[in-house]
């Protein structure tokens, strides 16, 4: 059974971190990809970043390139994500999925498709 822990948000002031945890179970890290997701109050779920251990690659938001990092752990079967200078219009619910299930193929060019998901977790950037 796939499942998708999220962890590590809170509340934080503007320029301050976090970082994020997607502690995932049921697959391998090596062969699907997993990205983080992010959606605020009245506003669309965007995709924010992804990694793809399979296809080498990692996808981020353009907007936030530069200020966000994915990593993971094999070992502890887990994705990070890192946070930096944080914005208030960060605040979000912060979501992983992966690209595990029936769309599964095309990794980071797949997350629109991603089926499975964690259940979230808090960020909110405010002093």
């Known amino acids: 059974q796939v499942q998708l822990l999220e962890s590590g948000g809170g509340l934080v002031q503007p320029g301050g971190s976090l970082r994020l945890s997607c502690a995932t179970s049921g697959f391998s890290l090596d062969d699907y990809a997993v990205g983080w997701f992010r959606q605020a109050p009245g506003k669309l779920r965007e995709g924010v970043s992804c990694?793809?251990?399979?296809?080498?690659?990692?996808y981020y938001a353009p907007s936030l390139k530069g200020r966000f990092t994915i990593s993971r752990d094999n070992a502890k079967n887990t994705v990070y994500l890192q946070m930096n200078s944080l914005k208030p219009e960060d605040t979000a619910t912060y979501y992983c999925?992966?690209?595990?299930?029936?769309?599964?193929?095309?990794?980071?060019?797949?997350?629109?498709?991603?089926?499975?998901w964690g259940q979230g977790t808090v960020v909110t950037v405010s002093s």
């Open positions: 990694i793809s251990i399979r296809d080498g690659t990692t």
């Open positions: 999925a992966t690209e595990y299930g029936p769309a599964a193929g095309y990794g980071c060019n797949g997350m629109a498709d991603f089926g499975s």
